[in-house]
């Protein structure tokens, strides 16, 4: 569909991934509502509590990066095939049920700036619910075909070893920062550059940039799990609907923290102060804030913002093999646009 042929007004926006006015934002927003049509009807239950329940989080609001990946990258295809939107329901699916799952770890109080769904009925309630979408998010591969229920099983599989591998954090004899960085490609790059993957497949462009993709995908993945930590750290929660401090009271090795780590013990003393106060006792407001506000102060978490940029620099050069034009510069601003944000 092009501008001339709109029907009624697009109730999402593409962002800033194509030039406002341009064809390609007006085909990403009217493939935007058609998934957030299919989302919700992918989660639909009979019975009230797992109705609303699995509707919490998506009602919430959300970037929808991942069905936008998927669409983008459909774009070297067929975009407006309904497999295209299928597949961007579904990993957008895959990724609110790993939300539900996470927040109940995390014990984090808000999400996208409602209460977390663990807050409203509880964590049995949330762990199912994450489950109940996941079950969906299957239903949906299922009907793509086999190709896709293998990418949605090696994509998961990743995804939760990745989650687990942060649990049990890096071995005696491993960097940390190697560690930490390996986890974030798994749990988030792993889902992001499946996107990618599924909109090329299921919009049947060429299977030559898949691997070009994937590797973008993965990368930006990292970039985007890094610009997290600092969102973290520097955000408040009017914007990024997260409750600040919450990696650092949950005790999460960011990379800002072990960035603190490694020049403390270099003998870094400001940096040795601020350890101090994040190993400290968090429970209090007080105590977070005074630790969140020191470490965000600090020069490592610029040298973090760094990092995440310029892996969002290496996902940009993976796209050289991609032909230039709208697809690829609309690529490039998406990796900017996630590390540059802040919710
Ligand atoms: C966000 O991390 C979490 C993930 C990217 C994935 C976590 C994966 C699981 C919880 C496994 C789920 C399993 C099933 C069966 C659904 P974060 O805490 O760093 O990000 P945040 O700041 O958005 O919370
Ligand atoms: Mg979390």
Known sequence: MTPDTAGAPLRTQAGPFAA???ALAFDLAAGLDRVEERLSAAAAQSERLPHEASHHL??????RVR???????????????????DAAAAVELIHLATLYHDDVMDDAPVRRGAPSAHEVWGNSVAILTGDLLFARASLLSSELGPAAV??????????????????????????????????????????????????????????????PLRDYGEKVGVAFQL???????????????????TDLRERVPTLPVLYARRAAAGGD??????????DGDLTSDVALEEARVALAAHPVTQEARAEARRWADEAIAALEALPEGEVREGLEAFAHQVVERSS
Do not use: C, N, W
Not at 58 to 63: C, F, I, L
Not at 67 to 85: C, K, M, N, W, Y
Not at 235 to 245: I, V
């Open 58 to 63: 998506m009602q919430a609001g959300g970037k």
């Open 67 to 85: 069905p936008l990946l998927v669409l983008l990258a459909a774009q070297l295809g067929d975009g407006t095939r309904d497999e295209v939107i």
């Open 227 to 245: 610009a997290d930590d600092i969102i973290d750290l520097t955000s408040d929660a009017a914007t990024s609907g997260k409750r600040p401090g």
């Open 20 to 22: 406002a006015d341009s």
């Open 150 to 211: 293998r990418l949605q099983a090696t994509t998961f599989e990743r995804l939760v070893l990745g989650q687990l591998a942060e649990f049990t954090g890096p071995a005696p004899d491993e960097d940390p920062v190697a560690h930490y960085l390996q986890v974030l490609a798994d749990k988030t790059g792993s889902l992001i550059a499946a996107s990618g993957e599924f909109g090329l497949r299921f919009s049947g462009a060429s299977e030559e940039f898949i691997e």
């Open 269 to 278: 003393t400001t940096a040795a102060e601020v350890v101090v106060r994040l």
